[in-house]
């Protein structure tokens, strides 16, 4: 089962990613800091990442680039409510950019794809 | 390629992470597209603000006007170091970004859709940049920016009145007076404006009256290299690592040469900060007068 690590501030967003993910058949582990992501990399080894930016501490972004350090083969997702980070060169190093919306099909297929 | 910080999209070894290159220069004879070993290379905008692909379908809505959101947004990654900013660039390499920006508009200007490319450059995180690597921008627009538009039409207005160039007289009142001339040599010129937006702003024109930037030739070319590098580094004498934007501004993709209008570059250090009274007003305030900003530059050891 492929594994996927969810990282995001917000609990709310576990509570409705983790669902629909997990009914695609998923194994769903949580994150709720850019620093909480990079000490479970190791230990739980995700085969992708889908990836919150705006969050206290280190932002999605810095929190990419040091993933993309550590394994760069590793497919993550950038999810985020706004499209202005898309002006940020840095997030190149992610692998898609989602905007968050309440209907996560474009967000399953990215998963989909990127997991394939 | 390891970054100073973190993983940088934009460092040799990772060219997978970007779009394919629509332009690269290289040294070595055998270099392959996409691949390490160029020494620039442009790609498109990852993420754009506008997409190629599509028509305008241009509408009314009421008394406003709409288009679909098509243009071209291209990065140009002018060195293979990370760490090497644009005002250390030697003239060899240098020369090749302003190579791509005319490389590139050429291109460009062929897609009918497309009105005028906005080239532009930030440089520190005060003044836009998101990534230390080195890098310009061009944004392709399929309608003429404001701003151009109005230096096209006030200097037109000027030239019915003057059948002159404004530019041209400025060019030539500035090389007189020489109270605000940075640098020059015998094609270009680089002066702190009259009216500075910013302190330390500075625009680089070329002596002989062009509106296109693809006008130059190679003589050019080398001038404007060796005066914009000077400039850089009389700026970054005064100002280490200084925040800056500069924007080429010039005609339209197409037009005819225009006897009024006049391409240059404008260099903006980004030292103060665009509040309310500037941006509800349009009005700036610099505290430092440009005579003087000019002779801090022009006395900065280089």
């Known amino acids: ?40 990399l190791k230990i739980i080894a995700p085969d992708l990442v889908i990836l919150d930016i705006n969050m206290p501490g280190i932002n999605g972004i810095d ?50 794809k990127h997991l394939a | ?95 090749k970004v302003f190579l791509a920006y005319r490389d590139r508009l050429l291109d460009l200007a062929q897609d009918p859709r497309f009105r ?26 399929p309608i003429l920016p404001r701003m151009i538009s109005s230096e096209i039409e006030g200097s037109l207005s000027y030239y019915k009145y003057k059948e002159r160039c404004i530019f041209c007289d400025i060019i030539r009142q500035e090389i007189n007076q020489d109270q605000r001339v940075v640098a020059q040599n015998d094609l270009f010129v680089a002066i702190v404006p009259y009216a500075p937006r910013s302190p330390f702003e500075m625009w680089i024109l070329p002596k002989r009256h062009a509106s296109s930037y693809l006008a130059m030739d190679n003589d050019h070319f080398k001038a404007l290299t060796t005066i914009f590098s000077e400039c850089m580094r009389r700026l970054n004498t005064c100002i280490p690592n200084v925040p800056y934007n500069f924007v080429l501004h010039g005609a339209p993709l197409r037009s005819q040469p225009l006897d009024h209008y006049h391409w240059h570059f404008e260099i903006m250090p980004k030292l103060t900060m665009i509040a309310g009274f500037e941006w509800g007003s349009g009005f700036y305030i610099n505290p430092i007068a440009p005579e003087e900003a000019a002779q801090f530059l022009k006395e900065a050891a280089i």
């Open chain 1, 63 to 112: 929190a990419l680039r040091q993933i993309k350090e550590i394994n760069p083969a590793l497919p993550v997702i950038l999810s985020s409510a706004y499209q202005e980070f898309k002006q940020d060169l840095a997030t190149w190093a992610s692998d898609e950019y989602i905007v968050k919306s309440s209907n996560l099909d474009e967000l399953k297929a990215a998963v989909k």
């Open chain 2, 1 to 95: 390629m390891k970054a100073g910080g973190g993983f940088c999209p934009l460092c040799p070894g990772n060219e997978n992470t970007t779009p394919p290159e629509v332009l690269s220069y290289s040294s070595n004879d055998g270099h392959q597209a996409n691949r390490p070993g160029w020494d620039l290379r442009v790609v498109p905008n990852k993420y754009p603000a506008l997409v190629i692909e599509g028509s305008l379908n241009k509408e009314g809505d009421g008394l406003y006007d709409r288009m679909n959101g098509i243009g071209a947004h291209e990065v140009i990654i002018e060195t293979p170091d990370h760490h090497e900013t644009f005002t250390s660039l030697p003239p060899e390499r240098m020369i």
């Open chain 1, 1 to 40: 089962m492929k594994k996927i690590l969810l990282v995001d501030d917000e609990d709310s967003i576990h509570l409705l990613y983790r669902e629909e993910l997990e009914e695609e058949g998923y194994e769903v582990h949580s994150a709720l800091s850019g620093e909480e992501a990079l000490a479970q």
């Open chain 2, 116 to 141: 005028y490319v906005m080239v532009f450059k930030n440089f520190g995180a005060a003044a836009g940049a998101s990534l230390e690597h080195s890098h310009s921008q061009l944004i392709a627009l």
